[in-house]
């Protein structure tokens, strides 16, 4: 909150003036602070206290009228007032450090945070290859699966913030800014006065934009390639965008550890400006990300999984160990155990650790079989490279090296249930846990599946997303679990 001093006055005053809450306290010098936009928590306190008195915001306030008979009256609200200003803040601090941030795949989610693909997903299917999919799919039923998803989530209790209506909520001024940098206007075929003419005629169009056409700016990203001509308005154009095509996996723009939340740097260019999106919906949502990962360093979601007491981190395709690096020098993963598990194949398929592993409960995990009966020396092989500290330190040891990963698991109590080919393939692996043995998995897959499940007590709902599975991701892919039930 940010606090100024105004002209000495012995006074206690709150008021609204209709966007800011203002609170007046009168020290002891009678200096009064006032704090700018109290967090509603604090405003709902006090609103509730005997001690409050409320005016109707003026420009002009008489700081001379006296509100107190005397001084000892004064003094004795003045402590009051004090009194539960200091409780109120205190409960804002609780409320915001008592924020449960995920420690395992199968706490019990409480709000997670997804995104409806809409007309930017278009440009990307026509050419599935450069939007990093696998296969041509319908934007409209692809849509309508995730709402599906999203209602079937919504019926457990979760609560699901989608990235257009924290979009929509934004300042105007965050959207132009981001505007700004998504709409381009190609001038390398104008002379440089056009060019400085068009530069300003740009501006003048982001400051005009309606909230709907900015964050349609936003999420097509278009440029606009300008040529001089002598008819009509006297310049013509070539359209062309570079979208935001992948933002529905939000999965991989941002990763959830106990400590909170970390943005990532995606791998391909066609994603780079995700997570610049995502870092405006959690600010959106009052999060402050503890770290972004920069430089050389590369991180996307998929690459990571909560165990408990220990974080799991793919190290291959998609992540390096940069990234890891930065995560463990400003001690953000949160666990005192980093299993950074190591992929050698380096396959589309199988791009991030949640395509080929996966966690149901502190007990049972998936793992498909080309990388369960792999052997050394085969590409499916995966080692861990394991990295501890002791209780109340924050510099990691790299403790041991290239461990088996079945032998791993197998060691931290872990019985696997195989996930054959054709499961695979109808991406059985990318299901989201949302309570222990509890989870949203790809629909139609084999009977023998099923039954393992079943066997092990898992409770499976099956997803109808057969859509959008078509864009190389699933259940776990889609959601990005930002809070947990205590």
Known sequence: MKVRRLQRGFRTLFYNDGSRSLVLIPLKSGYPLIFKRTMPIVQKFIKKSIFVMEIQYHKHVDWKTPYFNNYKQFNIMKKRLLFLLIL???????????????????????????????????????????????YYFDVDKAAEEHKGYMKALEKNGIKVYTVKELLEQAPIEKLRACAISALTYDTSAMTDASASESEKYRMSIINEMSRA??????????????????????????????????????????????????????NSSQRAYETQIVSLCYEQLGVNPILKITGDGRLEGGDYLRGGSISYIGCGMRTNIEAIGQMMRADAFGHDTIAVVNDHKWWQMQMHLDTYFNII????????????????????????????????EKEYTLTQKDVPFVEFLKKRGFKIIPIKPEDELHYANNFLTIAPRHIMAVGNQSQELQKAFAEHGVKVEWIPLETLIKGYGAAHCMTQVIRVAK
């Open 88 to 134: 109120a803040v205190s409960l804002v601090a609780t409320a915001q450090n008592g924020v449960k941030y995920p420690h395992s795949e199968w706490d019990y989610a409480k709000a997670i945070l997804m995104h409806t693909p809409g007309e930017e997903l278009f440009d990307g299917v026509i050419h599935p290859y450069a939007g990093l999919f696998e």
């Open 361 to 392: 409960d502190k007990d049972l995990c998936t793992l498909v079989e080309s990388r369960l009966f792999a052997k050394e020396g085969d590409p499916e092989w995966v080692t861990v490279d394991l990295y501890t500290r002791g209780c109340g």
């Open 213 to 266: 056409d900015l964050i349609r700016c936003i999420l097509l990203r278009p440029t606009v390639k300008l040529y001089k001509t002598d008819n009509n308005t006297g310049v013509e154009a070539v359209y062309t965008h570079k979208p935001l095509m992948n933002l529905y996996f939000t999965r991989d723009q941002s990763i959830t550890t106990p400590r909170g939340h970390i943005i990532s740097q995606m």
